[in-house]
């Protein structure tokens, strides 16, 4: 019983809200864990009260849980039960007045300008062919131009890329659009990759080969380069940078992104617009970096600080 409530509340997400795949999976691996749990004690999604949800969370707690995976396990468990009480399944909704801490507002590690000049010099010529450096070149010089999400990036459909566009349409979670401004830089990349890649394009096609839809294609399932390959490709050129593989994630890139555009004295919303956050807070971790430019400027420019 409780695999079909989960499977039917994954199946809903899916088709109303346009939940990104990796959100869902999360949430399928989170519900599955409760299930499991609530099956020892001999308890089913029917018939647990409040305090069984919050027995389990005390249980997450005690086994070492990050509090940012506890934040999305009870978000999970507060989704189902708000499905399950509007389905009729459930006369009360028992997650319903469960608060949990919330995700840390803390900013993950970014990377310097200086560590991401490395990483792109050694990007453009990272690769077994000039096919591949050309790629490696042009998706790092997007990452690091626009912070999109390493899932925005892979599956970029080549149309957006087609005629020099000073802007991409980006498709983000929950299928929400948005416009991120190519740097100058960028576009010089994704022209070198483009002209290659149509290439090797009209040479598959002469050998029978259905062009594929994808800036980066690959012949996986997916259709176009992994999550998994980028982050190994990321690990590789950092490497070749004389970089810490360990420390440079393409999430940092993102990262570093927004932190620049800050010390460059951007606007906190328009980063949210960049990042694609739907909500400003998910930005706020930022702030730190308009505190410093805050200082800096006082101290630069107050005539008392000046006379000290």
């Not at 647990?48 to 468990?77: F, K, N, V």
Request: charged share 25%; glycine share 8%.
């Amino acid at each position: 019983m409780m695999e079909r409530w989960i499977s039917a509340f994954l199946e809903a997400r899916a088709a109303e809200l346009d939940a990104a795949a990796n959100t869902l999976a999360a949430y399928g691996r989170d519900l599955a864990d409760f299930s499991r749990w609530l099956e020892r004690r001999g308890l089913d999604f029917a018939s647990l009260q409040r305090g069984d949800i919050e027995a389990y969370l005390m249980h997450c707690t005690q086994t070492g849980l990050a509090p940012s995976t506890r934040a999305r396990r009870l978000s999970a468990i507060k989704g189902l039960f708000s499905f399950a009480f509007e389905e009729g399944w459930r006369g009360d909704n028992p997650a319903i007045r469960i608060k949990g801490g919330g995700r840390p507002k803390t900013l993950p590690g970014t990377l310097s300008r200086e560590d991401v000049e490395a990483l792109l010099e050694a990007a453009r010529n990272s690769g077994r062919s000039a096919q591949e450096k050309a790629r490696n070149g042009c998706m790092m010089e997007l990452l690091y131009a626009t912070g999109m999400r390493v899932s925005e990036l892979v599956s970029l459909p080549v149309a957006a890329a087609r005629g020099d566009p000073e802007m991409l349409l980006v498709r983000g979670k929950g299928g929400r659009e948005r416009l991120v401004p190519l740097s100058p830089h960028a576009r010089t990349a994704l022209r070198a990759w483009l002209a290659i890649r149509d290439r090797e394009e009209e040479a598959a096609r002469a050998r029978g080969h259905p062009p594929s839809r994808f800036l980066f294609p690959s012949h996986g399932k997916a259709g176009h380069l992994t999550r998994h390959r980028f982050h190994a490709l990321v690990k590789e050129i950092a490497r070749a940078a004389g970089l810490d593989p360990a420390v440079v994630t393409p999430h940092r890139l993102r990262h570093a992104f927004a932190t620049h555009l800050l010390e460059g004295c951007a606007d906190l919303r328009a980063i949210q617009i960049l990042l694609g956050h739907a909500d400003i807070s998910t930005t706020e971790i930022y702030t730190h970096v308009l505190d410093e430019n805050l200082k800096r400027l006082v101290n630069t420019h107050h005539p008392l600080a000046k006379e000290k």
